[in-house]
């Protein structure tokens, strides 16, 4: 039996690359909510807020598709859902930032 067999075999509670990757996918999204949000405080209605949420977005949306394309990982459906999730939060939470 390889590694990737035991990693794969078992419950899905037994399997930590898994929850890796939804923890990872709501970190980046929790970061990018921090950010954009701060930066929508902090400069209202100025267009720097602007850039800084839409900067913000796209270096989140780069640290989840390094993650999701690093080999090794499963397509476990709870992981797709997770970086699923986490990609439609950080779209819709530039939203806010960019409109007003």
């Not at 075999?9 to 990872?24: F, K, W």
Request: charged fraction near 15%.
């Amino acid at each position: 039996m390889d590694e990737r067999d035991a990693i794969e075999s078992g419950e899905p509670i037994d399997r930590p690359p898994i929850y890796r990757i939804v923890l990872i996918a709501f970190l980046v999204w929790s970061s990018h909510f921090i950010v954009s949000y701060g930066a929508a405080l902090i400069f209202p209605e100025q267009a720097i807020a602007r850039w800084i949420a839409g900067a913000a977005m796209l270096l989140a949306f780069a640290a989840l598709v390094v993650r999701a394309r690093r080999p090794g990982w499963m397509r476990d459906p709870m992981a797709l859902g997770a970086l699923g999730l986490a990609l439609a939060g950080i779209i819709f939470g530039t939203l806010p930032a960019v409109v007003g």
